[in-house]
Nanobody
């Protein structure tokens, strides 16, 4: 079965950095776009970033553009999210998802499998 396991979350001061990882198994990783979404308490899950199967295309939410970078290593079946200049409003549970498509998108309905999430807390 497909498993996506996120790691790298934690508590960080505003302005700091974290790198999230998502290790995938049970699927042909290099055939799927991957994405990161987040959900803050009392809010709906929202798109953060996505990357196409071959890393040729990436998309970012306006709120994280210029601060976050998504990347992937198909040899390691892993997708990353480098988060810099973190703000308290970035506090959320971050989820990675695997798309049903090779091309990257921004809608959560495109993503079939999800990880369990990792908590990111940014203090002011």
């Amino acid at each position: 079965q497909v498993q996506l396991v996120e790691s790298g979350g934690g508590l960080v001061q505003g302005g700091g950095s974290l790198r999230l990882s998502c290790a995938a198994s049970g699927l042909t990783f290099s055939s799927h776009a991957m994405g990161w979404f987040r959900q803050a308490p009392g809010k709906e899950r929202e798109f953060v970033a996505s990357i196409s199967w071959n890393s040729a295309r990436t998309y970012y939410a306006n709120s994280v553009k210029g601060r976050f970078t998504i990347s992937r290593d198909n040899a390691k079946n892993t997708v990353y999210l480098q988060m810099n200049s973190l703000k308290p409003e970035d506090t959320a549970v971050y989820y990675c998802g695997s798309s049903r498509f090779k091309s990257a998108g921004t809608l959560d309905i495109e993503f079939v499998y999800w990880g369990q999430g990792t908590q990111v807390t940014v203090s002011s």
